[in-house]
């Protein structure tokens, strides 16, 4: 297919020729980069794919079977619950760590929490999905969880969010009114880490990189104005963007190649442009209110 698009395309293209959704099409591209057989080219604010071997259709059935690697049980477990989430038609999507494995190619951390994020409606439903996985209740009614999980084997824990995040019992975003409307899109998860309180240097600076790479101008704008209506404390996550976006690359620059540094840095630039002129537009505005 990418062979027939001049030697590259983009996943949209892919997804818009196969008549399929874009989270299909980035999971198994995911696997063929892993795996050697494409590789991402960034342009501009956009991420084509060219063609490095030829797949014959012996060696694509044996990754699709197997996943293209020996995946860790943590996104094995993800995976299964996301695919639950959409089979049930849930209001409901995984976010966090697990959300960006499952959407962009390249990201190999191991984490052994799986966020998911859930309306209140169905939450009673998604805790049914849980308990048939095998997972057991450890606790509900937590400052920042609702529900948590453990796999009674594995070093795995699961954290159910009911209708967004919340600091201190506080609700901080109120992601429920998104989630009846659809899944949540990737430029959502990276602005829920980049306004995390408690954001890692070291992890969540790791998967916010790797993850910039693939997000979209566009759709992050309107993550961005999703966040604007459904948080109370706006202009604070503002600020937590442009704070840990510094952190994001600060960590590129110590841990990342010298090539992924020269892709991500102008992609974080972008960013904060964006930030930036959403936090002009606050303190414009709290300054008209002044002057009236």
């Known amino acids: 297919m990418i062979s027939a698009l001049s030697g590259r395309a983009t996943t949209e293209v892919v997804a818009k020729i196969l008549n399929t959704n874009v989270r299909t099409v980035r999971r198994y591209v995911r696997i063929l980069v892993d795996n050697g057989y494409v590789e991402p080219v960034r342009k501009g604010i956009k991420t084509y794919y060219r063609v490095l071997k030829a797949l014959t259709p012996n060696e694509a059935v044996k990754l699709v079977m197997n996943e293209g690697r020996n995946e860790d049980f943590v996104y094995v477990l993800a995976s299964k619950i996301d695919e639950a989430i959409e089979q049930m038609r849930l209001h409901a999507d995984l976010i966090g760590a697990c959300k960006i494995h499952l959407s ?12 998911v994020v859930v309306a209140r409606e169905n ?4 805790d049914y999905v849980m308990q048939l996985l095998g997972l057991i209740p450890e606790k509900k009614g ?3 969880t609702d529900f948590e999980y453990r796999h009674p084997v594995e070093n795995v824990k699961v954290d159910m969010l009911v209708d967004g995040f919340k600091e201190n019992r506080r609700m901080v975003w109120n992601i429920a009114p998104l989630l009846r409307k659809g899944r949540l899109t990737l430029e959502h998860t990276v602005i ?14 790791y998967d916010v990189a790797i993850a910039l790479k693939f997000i979209n101008e566009d759709r992050f ?4 104005q999703d966040l604007k209506k459904y948080s109370p404390i706006y202009g604070e996550m503002l600020s937590r ?7 994001v690359e600060k960590y590129a620059r110590s841990n990342l190649s010298r090539e992924e540094v020269l892709v991500i840095t102008p992609i974080i630039r972008n960013v904060e442009r964006i930030v930036r002129e959403e936090i002009k537009k606050l303190h414009e505005k ?4 002044i002057s009236h």
């Open 192 to 205: 829920a880490k980049l306004t995390r309180r408690s954001f890692r240097a070291d992890a969540d600076s």
């Open 123 to 126: 939450a009673r439903q998604l």
């Open 241 to 247: 963007i442009i704070k840990h976006l510094g952190i």
């Open 104 to 115: 962009v190619p390249g990201h190999h951390r191991v984490t052994h929490d799986i966020d």
């Open 286 to 289: 709290s300054a008209n209110s």
């Open 142 to 144: 937590g400052v920042h």
């Open 221 to 224: 704008k309107k993550a961005l």
